[in-house]
């Protein structure tokens, strides 16, 4: 139960630092510094708990990768969408309204974003905090949250920037996606997941 309460707060807080930067439509490099700052600061809180995975496509990858039981994919994706609707509830009742979805006009294009960056992501995650390579290493945190900003800076204005299940379903609620798009976001985040668990096992065959 400390794993999923663990990965409820940590994507509690990414939600919510999401929905009180985008949703008020902050200026300039405001709102990915925001988000990979509390990304990275809540994975060295609770990566030694559940792992800090925070992202369902990510615990999909680690499941993949081979270092998750499949008794907790299921709880962790609960606890992460649960943590998401949340913290989307609470950022709208902090700034007093939802945002403005984003219009999708191009399926392919923000599919190959949302899947590259979902990859790039979990092929990170993978390799700094679940690798023999770099065990015990103390930089694993600011990798994550600068993927995750750099992500934001190279294509948020295409597709929104999520990365994250989690965080498309709570940005759907916050009106910032429209719930009929966010399967675009759901099917390229989950299968870059699965991607870049089997890419990591063909570059590290020895790493089980």
Known sequence: MRKYIAEFIGTFFLVLTVGCTVIPAAAGVIPALAIGGVLMVMIFAGGHISGGHFNPAVTFAIFVRGRLPVKDVI???????????????VAMWLVGKGGTAL???????????????????????????????????????????????????????????????????????????????????LVAELAAGFLAGLTFKFLNPTDK
Request: hydrophobic fraction near 60%; aromatic fraction near 14%; charge should be negative.
């Open 75 to 89: 709880p962790y994706w609960l606890a992460q969408i649960a943590a998401g609707v949340v913290a989307a509830l």
């Open 103 to 185: 219009e999708i006009t191009n399926i392919p294009v923000v599919f190959v974003a949302e899947f590259l960056f979902t990859f790039a992501l979990a092929y990170v995650v993978l390799n700094c905090a679940t690798a023999k390579g770099t065990l015990d290493n103390s930089f694993y945190g600011l990798a994550i949250g600068f993927t995750v900003l750099a992500g934001i800076f190279a294509v948020g204005a295409i597709s929104g920037g999520a990365f994250n299940p989690a965080v498309a379903i709570g940005a759907a609620v916050m009106k910032l996606l429209h719930f009929s798009d966010i399967w675009i976001h």
